[in-house]
């Protein structure tokens, strides 16, 4: 802890200043709070079924496109390298970042949805960062004295991504318990759209000509030919070498990362600068956003996130999967409202300790992966 006080800049979430866990323990030997979050979140069987599940194509789409896990992984390097250039706790970073998609329900945004309108059937509803605190805070079974993963209060926190102020919280703030958070949220960003680019384009959903007109991909082009020259990767070459056009949408797609990170860590130390953010306590009582990007860059993130929407997210060759996953859902949905008695005996032990059926149900479909979901709901009947 000596040696966060040296590195880290006063602004920063420090481990000494921790609130601590729900459920009393004594301190690690060899690790820091959030360092001990960290492999808690890896080690637990949450994080291992996010390799089956969607982040944009099926997990069996193919070999190479991104899942649940990769992304979370891709979330956290950003969010580590963005902390460390600002003075951040990587640690309590690098934790939100592979927890905020644990509750994430099989099929991706399609999958979510449709959780969604069969829980407001019943009054409720479904998100998944609410349902990733629910996840380390209680379904994680693996410790005698207490449910859950018993994570830092500040993890808790942190991965109330979206109204946080509809929940109880451990920390009071007006909008986010700690710029860690804010680094979290933005790194999810900027993963999630550079790597649907090199998705799309892989699955030749987006050509190059169509995404070569966005100002975000002309800037990060020019870095990359200045760099390496239009000898080894010429574009008049692309349509031809395979190996050619992997190469160059590799450090095209690098490049825009590293240039939307560089506009978040300028933007984010000038505003700093601006609200004379120089304490933890002032970050909690600030209102607003702190960690942004500028004005420009959110304006070509715009354009390309639109983009995306129309030509890869709606696209036929991916909605009909996801359409085909949200039935799946509501099918497993109704079959467990119907029969809540065919739940395996975890989920039915919670009805029996009170827990509203629907919410328990949602629990149990929201951890399935994929594979486990299509195989499960071939078995029933509605």
Not at 76 to 100: F, K, P, W
Not at 119 to 141: A, D, P, W, Y
Request: positive net charge.
């Amino acid at each position: 802890m000596k040696e966060e006080d040296q590195v880290l800049a006063p602004y920063a979430m420090k481990s000494s200043a921790s609130l601590g866990r729900v459920h009393d323990e004594p301190e690690d030997t060899f690790r820091l709070p959030f360092q001990r979050d960290r492999d808690r979140i890896i080690h637990c069987r949450s994080f291992r079924r996010l390799q089956a599940k969607t982040q944009v194509f099926v997990s069996y789409f193919g070999d190479h496109y991104r899942d649940r896990l990769t992304h979370s992984m891709e979330v956290s390097q950003i969010a580590r390298d963005i902390s460390r250039n600002l003075g951040l706790n990587e640690d309590l970073a690098e934790c939100i970042s592979l927890a905020h998609d644990l509750g994430h329900p099989p099929f991706g945004h399609g999958g979510e949805a449709a959780l969604d309108e069969v829980m407001k059937e019943h009054g409720l509803h479904f998100e998944h960062n609410e349902q990733s605190h629910r996840v380390i805070e209680k379904l994680e079974k693996i410790y005698p004295a207490f449910d859950g993963l018993n994570p830092s209060k500040e993890v808790l926190d942190g991965l109330l991504k979206h109204n946080p102020h509809k929940y109880k919280t451990y920390t009071e703030f007006v909008t986010s318990p700690h710029l860690e958070a804010q680094v979290m949220d933005l790194s999810d960003e900027i993963a999630y759209i550079n790597h649907d680019v090199d998705d799309g384009i892989r699955a030749d959903i987006i050509s190059l000509s169509s995404i070569g007109k966005f100002a975000i991909w002309k800037d990060a082009e020019k870095v990359v030919l200045e760099k390496y020259g239009k000898v080894a990767v010429g574009k008049d070459a692309l349509a031809k070498d395979p190996e050619m056009r992997r190469r160059y949408v590799s450090r095209v797609v690098s490049k825009m990362i590293s240039l939307m990170i560089g506009d978040l860590l300028e933007t984010t130390s000038a505003n700093l600068k601006v609200n004379k953010i120089d304490s933890l306590k002032k970050v909690r009582a600030h209102k607003g956003k702190l960690v942004s990007f500028s004005a420009p860059m959110k304006a070509k993130q715009k354009e390309l996130r639109d983009f995306l929407m129309k030509r890869f997210y709606l696209n036929q060759k991916v909605e009909k999967r996801i359409s085909h996953g949200k039935r799946v859902i509501k099918k497993l949905f109704r079959h467990y409202r119907a029969h809540p008695a065919l739940l395996p005996a975890e989920y039915s032990k919670m009805i029996m300790s009170g827990e509203r059926p629907e919410i328990v149900i949602k629990d149990y479909i929201a951890g399935m992966t994929d594979h486990f979901a299509e195989e499960t709901a071939k078995q029933v009947r509605n």
